[in-house]
C-alpha cells in the first residue's frame, strides 16, 4: 500500500514539472520570443536606417516634468509629438545625437499622457520651472544653469536648429 502512494506521488510530481516545462517554453518560444530568432531582419539599407532612427528617437526620452532637472549645465530639450512628426524633424534628431554634439539633447513625447500638461494653445518661453511650460508646437528649448536662453517653435526652425 505504501508502495502505490510513492508510486502515485512520484507520477504527479512528474506530471506538474512535465506541465510546468511546456507552458515556460510555450511562454518563452511564442510569447516572449526568448527562445528562437523572433527578430524581423530589415529588407535593406533604407529600412535599416529608419529602425535606427527610431530607436535613436526613444534614446534620452524624459518626461516634461524632469525639463529643467537634467544634470547638464547647458542641455537642449525637444518637445515634439512622435506619432506626427515628419520624417525629416526624425532625421534631424538622429542625426543631432549620431553626431554626438557637445550640447546634449533630451527628448519630451507630447503623445504620452504624462507630458499632456504642457500642451496649450499659447506658448511661454520664460518659464522657470515645469508647471509654467507652455508647448503649441515643436518646440525646441536650450536650457543653461536651470534658465531657457533659447525657445524655438515649428518643424521647420527646429530642423535648421538642430543643424
Known amino acids: 500500500m505504501m508502495k502505490n502512494e510513492v508510486k502515485s506521488g512520484v507520477i504527479i510530481a512528474i506530471t506538474v514539472i512535465i506541465v510546468l516545462v511546456v507552458v515556460y517554453l510555450t511562454t518563452a518560444i511564442f510569447m516572449t520570443g526568448e ?31 524632469k525639463t529643467f532637472e537634467q544634470p547638464n549645465d547647458e542641455y537642449m530639450v525637444i518637445f515634439f509629438s ?9 532625421d534631424a534628431i538622429s542625426s543631432y545625437d549620431s553626431i554626438g554634439k557637445e550640447t546634449k539633447l533630451y527628448k519630451v513625447n507630447l503623445d504620452e499622457v504624462i507630458n499632456k500638461f504642457v500642451v496649450s494653445q499659447e506658448s511661454n518661453n520664460n518659464a522657470s520651472n515645469y508647471s509654467e511650460l507652455k508647448i503649441n ?19 521647420k526652425n527646429v530642423i535648421d536648429k538642430l543643424k
Open 82 to 90: 512622435q506619432e506626427s512628426s515628419s520624417e525629416t524633424l526624425n
Open 35 to 65: 527562445i528562437g530568432n523572433r527578430k524581423t531582419t530589415a529588407k535593406n539599407d533604407t529600412e535599416a536606417q529608419t529602425n535606427d532612427n527610431i530607436s535613436n528617437l526613444y534614446d534620452n526620452m524624459i518626461i516634461a516634468s
Open 137 to 155: 508646437d515643436t518646440t525646441l528649448i536650450t536650457i543653461k544653469n536651470k534658465e531657457i536662453t533659447s525657445y524655438v517653435v515649428g518643424d
